[in-house]
């Protein structure tokens, strides 16, 4: 008696389902041939075709592309059922992104482990000279910080929404997991314009030093020093390693903003589109007909594939900025470089500093 009554609530469930699909507006794509009424659709006929309740392949196959049928909503995409870049996206994004994401993290922290195990802290070879020279001002040091310090919580906030999942909510539960991947969110989407202002101000202050100039080929031909001991190539204020780190927090900086920012909007942008119409210019031939649902599908990927290069060229910066060469945490620290070093990294610097107030602005160590 329970088994009939179940199976009479199923078989009832199931015909208001049928029912509804049926009449639901603006649910159903239509082939051109006239789609079958409502009442045809009932009892086991397969909406939208005309062979009864076989399915038409045809029709499906249709919809599976991507066909387009009428619907009251006015968006775009609104008569589409099955958006199949969808599926491609989903593909691309849970599947090579996140992967090679991962290996190109294991692969940094690898190389600069073995970096260190082969070359060691990288010491002032002429030791402590006892006096210092002012490296960056309180604003320099507050533009840096407020990039370095914004771009690490939105790191670790984006790392958490690709990997989270995978390894810290089978540690904590969903619940938890929940929790603290919607703060993180609300906090990864607000710490977004302190990095783009700190973006905004060290660009200002530090582009007229990272122009790239003949001095940089021959300090890129020596490795920088980086790999013997005793090689110290000249350099002004900032070396060619120093001008890629910025270029690449500046455009790759820049990039992310942009593509963020689709995401904080979402669909209101072509800026893929447009982007592809200009590298179409130098005999390209990317699509630019991309829909809006496009747009955003790129905007995500492209956002996860320059966050995670840009964090792993980071880690390296990082590696040399702290543990990596003694002396240079200073500079972005009290701002004062021992002079010793600073005569190792960035000669001509010194000698512009120093001619410019004949003792520049060299201060005895304390
Ligand atoms: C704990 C993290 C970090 C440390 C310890 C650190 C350390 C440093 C140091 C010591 C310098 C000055 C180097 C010199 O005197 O020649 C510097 C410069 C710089 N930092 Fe950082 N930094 C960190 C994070 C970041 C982040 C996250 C970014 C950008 C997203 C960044 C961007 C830059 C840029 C563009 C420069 C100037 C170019 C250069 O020296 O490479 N830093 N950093």
Known sequence: MQVALTKLKAAAALAALLVFLAVAPGASAQQTDPAPGPEEAVGGAVPGSSLGVASDTDFWREIRRGASGTAQQPHELGGVLIQSEGDNWRAVRNGPLKTYGVWLMIGIIGLLALFFALRGRIKIEHGPAGTTIERFTGLERFGHWLTAGSFIVLAITGLNLMYGRYVLMPVMGKEAYAFITNAGKWVHNWIAFAFMAGLVLIFIMWVAHNIPNKTDLKWLAKGGGLFSKGVHPDSKKFNAGQKIIFWATILGGASLSLSGWALLDPFTTTMFADTFALVNTLGFNLPTNLTLMEE??????????????????????????????????????????????????????????MSKSGVGRAQPAE
């Open 296 to 353: 955003q599908q790129l905007a995500v990927v492209w956002h996860g594939i320059v966050s995670l290069v840009m964090i792993a060229i980071i880690l390296a910066h990082i590696y040399i900025g702290s543990i990596g060469m003694e002396g240079a945490f200073a500079a972005m620290g009290s701002g004062q470089v021992d002079l010793n070093w600073a005569r190792e990294h960035h000669n001509l610097w010194v000698e512009e500093e």
